[in-house]
């Protein structure tokens, strides 16, 4: 069984999963092969939530890298959170420290896991679809090849948005492929997405929560057009706003309802968000089963590394105790000169706040009951305040203490995570109204108290873009979004990027600002795909890699 260590080599010969066959053609013409269509296309969407062939560990799908930390949703949450203002992860990593100051090249080993698993995903969409592409008049195989095209799609769209100039490959083959601009890979991704919004199941009828329908293809179009001036040079407000429009009026809708002692927000993020009236905002879920999918990269990453013992039952009896918050996360809900004295578990936070997102402990350390923010990179988990949206206690608790772990399984949380969730629309929407995008029946403003409404904020705001930038993560915190909002906003690298934040380059909250280099807008080609492919051997450098 071949699995991805260098893309162009192995990726594209034997792929396989427990319970099916993904075999090339055999060299012997007496020796048959077979198709499992429905266990291949089982393993398109399990590429999302799993790591290889036998649960969390032990037989994974990308060579050359710790097999949790190659989780599809971890290495997009990493790559993504790491390198910004929102926290901070103090375990010593492989390639984790180079991340999170700003300093990586082409060799970091968590660059090349997300490339690796990209194409991986790839070459298993583009091998299904040539087995199943001469029987598309047959329903069923139908549907599931506008899904795997789907979820190409979707692989695709976070190698434009987090590389420059990467391969595109549509068929399985072993030559080496040609490079494409950000330009030609936008171009192509917007066709594939306007044509799969028309063959994919109408929004809201999807077979399952987690099967893909029309409206991931909106997600898609109105990520690409909110940020097409990155990818493209020109931007595209109007086009965001129109598909922001079309998922806010689609049938998926802002979860509003509370229950007990849990806020509609929380609900999102807790361990029966697939029941409990949170399925309705989710457009796409990643399953998280505590016997069936087992991942140290989906939800018990997310929720193990926010807490130490103090916190647990939180559906999970482990504890990471590496993941913090960062000063300046903690400055967009309270004033810096305060912050220090605010002592409040999660559960009084909010209110104390004013906004039921900010589900985060300040008064937690069980040795001296005081946090402070020290501003210091190296520091341990105690020194700033503790971000516990994500649980996989169920809404239908009394109390945290009265969890009773899944089927036996105390390790493993079952907390889906809400991949695509229609509260992106709502932002994106004022976001591109604001920046000049025509508007819809909403304006701006109204979009935005749609989400401050449901968090109970009724703080006065007026519309700028920094306020935006702090709304963006204040609603999406810790869901692996910060790096692509920070650079849209001309904020995270390059001459403008003049926002200094604890371990940005290196540095401490406090310390003057430092220039960061445009390349790092964008992650390099890893040096082994460099090596191997002559078509990208002047990619890193035209950046400055």
Not at 7 to 21: E, H, K, N, P, T
Not at 298 to 318: H, Q, V, W
Request: net charge negative.
């Amino acid at each position: 069984m071949k699995k991805v260590s260098i893309f162009f080599a192995s990726a594209l010969l034997m792929l396989g999963f427990a319970s099916c066959s993904l075999d090339r053609t055999p060299t012997d013409p007496n020796t048959n092969t077979e198709f499992d269509q429905d266990g291949v296309f089982t393993k398109l969407y399990a590429t999302f939530a799993v790591t290889g062939q036998k649960g969390p560990d032990g037989d994974g799908d990308v060579d050359g890298i710790d097999e949790g930390t190659s989780a599809f949703y971890r290495m997009l949450w990493e790559l993504n959170e790491f390198p910004t203002d929102e926290g901070w992860w103090i375990w010593n990593d492989v390639g984790l420290s180079d991340i999170r100051s700003m300093t990586w090249d082409k060799s970091n080993a968590l660059v090349a896991g997300l490339y690796y698993r990209l194409y991986f995903d790839i070459t298993l969409c583009n091998h299904f679809m040539s087995q199943v592409k001469d029987n598309l008049s047959d329903t069923k195989t139908a549907q599931q090849y506008y899904e795997a095209r789907m979820i190409r799609a979707i692989n695709y769209y976070y190698l434009l948005d987090m590389f420059y100039k990467v391969p595109l490959v549509e068929v399985v083959s072993v030559d080496n492929p040609m490079p494409v601009s950000r330009q030609e890979l936008f171009t192509w991704l917007e066709r594939e997405c306007l044509d799969l919004e028309t063959q994919l199941p109408a929004a809201g009828s999807r077979i399952t929560k987690y099967r893909l329908d029309q409206a991931a293809a909106w997600v898609i179009l109105m990520r690409m057009y909110l940020n097409a001036e990155v990818y493209t040079g020109t931007p595209q407000w109007t086009k965001a706003a129109e598909y922001a429009s079309k998922l806010i009026n689609s049938p998926y809708k802002l979860h509003e309802t509370s229950v007990g002692m849990y806020s509609a927000y929380q609900m999102l993020f807790m361990g029966d968000n697939d029941v409990n009236g949170a399925q309705d905002e989710a457009i796409f879920f990643i399953s998280q089963n505590a016997i069936q999918t087992q991942s140290w990269g989906g939800a018990r990453f997310l929720i193990c590394a926010m807490r130490d013992a103090k916190f647990i039952p939180s559906g999970s009896t482990d504890s990471w105790s590496c993941f913090r918050t960062s000063p300046e996360f903690v400055y967009q809900w309270v004033d810096p000169l305060t912050a220090p004295t605010v002592l409040a578990d999660e559960f009084h936070m909010p209110a104390l706040l004013g906004d039921d997102r900010a589900i985060l402990c300040s008064d937690c350390d069980s040795t001296t009951s005081t946090w402070s923010l020290s501003g210091k990179q190296e520091a341990d988990f105690y020194t700033s305040w503790a971000g516990l949206k994500w649980t996989g206690v169920y809404s239908t608790s009394p109390t945290p203490n009265d969890f009773v772990s899944p089927v036996g399984e105390p390790n493993w949380p079952e907390t889906d995570i809400p991949f695509f969730r229609v509260a992106e629309a709502y932002m994106t929407y004022a976001e591109a109204v604001y920046r000049g995008g025509a508007a819809g029946s909403l304006t701006a403003e109204q979009a935005i108290q749609k989400l401050r409404d449901r968090a109970h904020n009724t703080t006065p705001f007026t519309i700028d873009l920094d306020f935006l930038l702090d709304e963006w993560s204040r609603e999406f915190w810790f869901e692996g979004r910060r790096r692509t909002d920070l650079v849209r906003f001309g904020k995270f690298a390059g001459e403008t990027a003049d926002y200094n934040w604890e371990g940005r380059g290196g540095k401490n909250s406090g310390d003057a600002a430092k220039a960061m280099d445009k390349r790092y807008n964008v992650y390099p080609i890893p040096a082994a795909d460099e090596t191997a492919n002559p078509n990208l051997r002047t990619i890193n450098a035209e950046i400055g890699y």
